[in-house]
């Protein structure tokens, strides 16, 4: 019996102590700075491939998510997509710092979704 307590009490404290932002910290985001940016919208994306479709002003960029978790389709996001290359992107609907890369833009639905589609096939 005094084993099970010097085992559970020390792991009821160690249980009792973590918050969430422990185990997924989260960064100040200064909203007034992001909503300043060019406002996008996620046309397209799929599970099986890293890259996704945003819809802006100026038409369609092809992005490539990098090391996290692409965004869902419908999300909206706040940044540069009018420059070719990598940046950091706001996610407002979920309420994350993304990191992207930029590959084509101002391009039409149907130029996005080819694009997309050589990027995602099996020979590139």
């Known amino acids: 019996m005094k084993r099970i307590i010097l085992i559970a009490l020390p ?12 185990v997924r910290p989260g960064e100040q985001i200064d909203e007034s700075y992001w909503l300043n940016q060019e406002r996008g919208v996620v046309a397209y994306s799929d599970y099986t491939c890293d890259y996704f479709i945003i819809e802006t002003f100026n038409g369609f960029t092809v992005m490539r998510s990098w090391g996290g978790f ?18 950091t992107f706001y ?34």
Do not use: H, K
């Open 11 to 22: 792991l009821l404290f160690l249980l009792a102590s973590c918050r969430r932002e422990d």
């Open 70 to 87: 692409t965004p869902l389709r419908g999300s909206v996001l706040y940044g540069s997509f009018s420059r070719i290359g990598n940046r």
């Open 91 to 124: 996610n407002r609907s979920e309420g994350y710092l993304v990191q992207g890369d930029v590959r084509d833009y101002w391009l039409s639905y149907y130029e996005a979704i080819d694009q997309m589609d050589w990027y995602c096939s099996d020979g590139y």
